[in-house]
């Protein structure tokens, strides 16, 4: 069980102190799928970076299966089963994409099979793919399912993923919409999902809508989402693909 208590985070600003997250506390069971959604500028990527450790909070705690993640490190983390997925993953030159899996998947060697296996799942065929390097001569949606393959590939008891559409084909961004739904029902982990995007939308649990550093409306995908289809919360209308 993921527990955010009172968590802020502020900011010094020529003109004062600026709030970016302010007094959340949110509860996330064991196997539920949330998506975060809402305006941008909100604080979703801020809180979500709160939770891996990328940010530290100016005040509140952060529990994960009832141990006080608060002050500890982003490897820390990792090593408790938190993985994170950026909006705009990082490129390593010089590592292969299979280094990169088998890295992530903790093994020094990880099979071509088993490479193969995480790289379908996010609508890459391995035999183009893994003997490449993650760098500039991959496009933004090819590293940002090579990373979601990453993810995969490393025992993880959190998933938080920060947009995981965002540069992404139509035909991949459905491979990925299907994984997300079978990772869900076999509620192999739980998973926070910041997202727009209809399709995702749908498939979670709870919606938690994020505006002006605060939750807005958190509910039960089925008493929130035809709202949001609406146009109810202002700047939250999901785009559909």
Same mark, same amino acid.
């Given at each position: 069980m993921l527990e955010l208590k009172n968590i802020c985070f502020s900011v010094?600003?020529?003109d004062g102190k600026t709030d970016i997250i302010n007094d959340i506390s949110l509860t996330i069971d064991d196997g539920k799928l949330v998506v975060l959604t809402g305006p941008n500028g909100g604080g979703k990527t801020t809180l979500a970076k709160i939770i891996m450790g990328l940010v530290t909070p100016?005040?509140?705690?952060i529990l994960w299966n009832g141990t006080d993640i608060t002050d500890m490190s982003i490897t820390e983390?990792?090593?408790?089963? !938190? /993985?994170y997925g950026f909006q705009q993953p990082p490129r390593f030159k010089g590592i292969k994409v299979g280094?990169?899996?088998?890295?992530?998947?903790?093994k020094k060697l990880l099979k071509r099979t088993e490479a193969c296996t995480y790289l379908t799942r996010v609508g890459l065929c391995a035999a183009d793919y893994i003997d490449r390097d993650v760098d500039t001569s991959l496009s933004g949606g090819e590293v940002k399912r090579i990373e979601i393959a990453t993810i995969l590939a490393?025992?993880?008891?959190?998933?938080?993923?920060?947009?995981p559409e965002a540069g992404i084909d139509l035909w991949s961004f459905a491979k990925l919409t299907e994984t997300f739904g079978q990772i869900h029902e076999k509620r192999e982990s739980t998973?926070?999902?910041?997202?727009?995007?209809?399709?995702? !939308? /749908?498939l979670a649990d709870e919606i938690v809508i994020i505006s002006g550093g605060q939750v807005s409306k958190r509910g039960k995908t089925e008493d929130i989402f035809p709202s949001i289809m609406a146009g109810t919360f202002s700047g939250s209308c999901p785009a559909r693909q």
């Amino acid at each position: 069980m993921l527990e955010l208590k009172n968590i802020c985070f502020s900011v010094s600003t020529p003109d004062g102190k600026t709030d970016i997250i302010n007094d959340i506390s949110l509860t996330i069971d064991d196997g539920k799928l949330v998506v975060l959604t809402g305006p941008n500028g909100g604080g979703k990527t801020t809180l979500a970076k709160i939770i891996m450790g990328l940010v530290t909070p100016t005040s509140g705690r952060i529990l994960w299966n009832g141990t006080d993640i608060t002050d500890m490190s982003i490897t820390e983390r990792a090593n408790l089963g !938190i /993985s994170y997925g950026f909006q705009q993953p990082p490129r390593f030159k010089g590592i292969k994409v299979g280094d990169l899996l088998s890295i992530a998947s903790g093994k020094k060697l990880l099979k071509r099979t088993e490479a193969c296996t995480y790289l379908t799942r996010v609508g890459l065929c391995a035999a183009d793919y893994i003997d490449r390097d993650v760098d500039t001569s991959l496009s933004g949606g090819e590293v940002k399912r090579i990373e979601i393959a990453t993810i995969l590939a490393r025992p993880t008891g959190l998933m938080i993923l920060d947009e995981p559409e965002a540069g992404i084909d139509l035909w991949s961004f459905a491979k990925l919409t299907e994984t997300f739904g079978q990772i869900h029902e076999k509620r192999e982990s739980t998973m926070i999902i910041i997202s727009h995007q209809e399709r995702i !939308i /749908s498939l979670a649990d709870e919606i938690v809508i994020i505006s002006g550093g605060q939750v807005s409306k958190r509910g039960k995908t089925e008493d929130i989402f035809p709202s949001i289809m609406a146009g109810t919360f202002s700047g939250s209308c999901p785009a559909r693909q």
